[in-house]
């Protein structure tokens, strides 16, 4: 919400305001989660597929490994493209958040979000006795990553329980302050 200013009349709306950073950190967020989320879904359906059309390099008992580490990518992809949507719509609700905790966590999230399901894919790729691939070290990295900004972003959400922290809170107590006392 825009703070009044000595330059608003008493009884001026409240428009919210965003500043440029904040809507393209929420954009860039909304649209990586519907797009990724659109990529794991089509990862999904070509499993599907693999399974349904009964594919070997699939199905068969020696490559239970790869069918585990690709199922694997496709829930975790899937699971992280909706976290992003989430995060995009929470940002713009946690107004008191600082600014480079904000950004860190956005960062560890777009990099939590490409590790994680790609180190179940690549570990999938080529296997070894039953063991994943050479990829999957970058799952416990994304795993990191995915950590750090949801503790930033549930310490970001802990300034909505102050109660100064909410915008509308602010204005109404300045408001407050600003109008003449009533006299008997």
Same mark, same amino acid.
């Given at each position: %919400?825009?703070?009044?200013?000595?330059? =608003? *009349?008493?009884?001026?709306?409240?428009?919210?305001?965003?500043?440029?950073?904040? @809507?393209?950190?929420?954009?860039?967020?909304?649209?990586?989660?519907?797009?990724?989320?659109? /990529?794991?879904?089509?990862?999904? #359906? $070509?499993?599907?597929?693999?399974?349904?059309?009964?594919?070997?390099?699939?199905? =068969? /008992?020696?490559?239970? +490994?790869?069918?585990? %580490?690709?199922?694997?990518?496709?829930?975790?992809? @899937?699971?992280?493209?909706?976290?992003?949507? $989430?995060?995009?719509?929470? &940002?713009?609700?946690? *107004?008191?958040?600082?600014?480079?905790?904000?950004?860190?966590?956005?960062?560890?999230? %777009? !990099?939590? +979000?490409?590790?994680?399901?790609?180190?179940?894919?690549?570990?999938?790729? &080529?296997?070894?006795?039953?063991?994943?691939?050479?990829? #999957?070290?970058?799952? *416990?990295? !994304? $795993?990191?990553?995915?950590?750090?900004?949801?503790?930033?972003?549930?310490?970001?959400?802990?300034?909505?329980?102050?109660?100064?922290?909410?915008?509308?809170?602010?204005?109404?107590?300045?408001?407050?302050?600003?109008? *003449?006392?009533?006299?008997?």
């Amino acid at each position: %919400m825009k703070p009044i200013s000595d330059t =608003d *009349p008493p009884n001026a709306p409240l428009r919210p305001v965003r500043d440029h950073a904040l @809507t393209t950190l929420i954009q860039r967020h909304l649209r990586f989660g519907w797009w990724s989320l659109l /990529v794991f879904l089509s990862l999904g #359906i $070509a499993l599907e597929s693999f399974h349904g059309f009964k594919k070997g390099f699939y199905l =068969d /008992v020696p490559n239970e +490994t790869r069918r585990l %580490m690709w199922t694997l990518a496709h829930a975790h992809g @899937t699971f992280l493209s909706l976290v992003h949507i $989430a995060f995009g719509a929470t &940002i713009s609700l946690i *107004p008191l958040w600082e600014t480079r905790f904000r950004d860190l966590a956005s960062g560890c999230l %777009m !990099g939590a +979000t490409i590790l994680v399901p790609a180190g179940f894919f690549v570990g999938g790729i &080529i296997f070894y006795s039953g063991d994943p691939g050479l990829g #999957i070290v970058l799952v *416990p990295l !994304g $795993a990191v990553l995915l950590f750090v900004s949801v503790l930033l972003t549930a310490r970001g959400a802990e300034s909505l329980r102050k109660p100064e922290s909410a915008p509308g809170q602010i204005e109404s107590k300045k408001k407050e302050k600003a109008k *003449p006392a009533r006299s008997s």
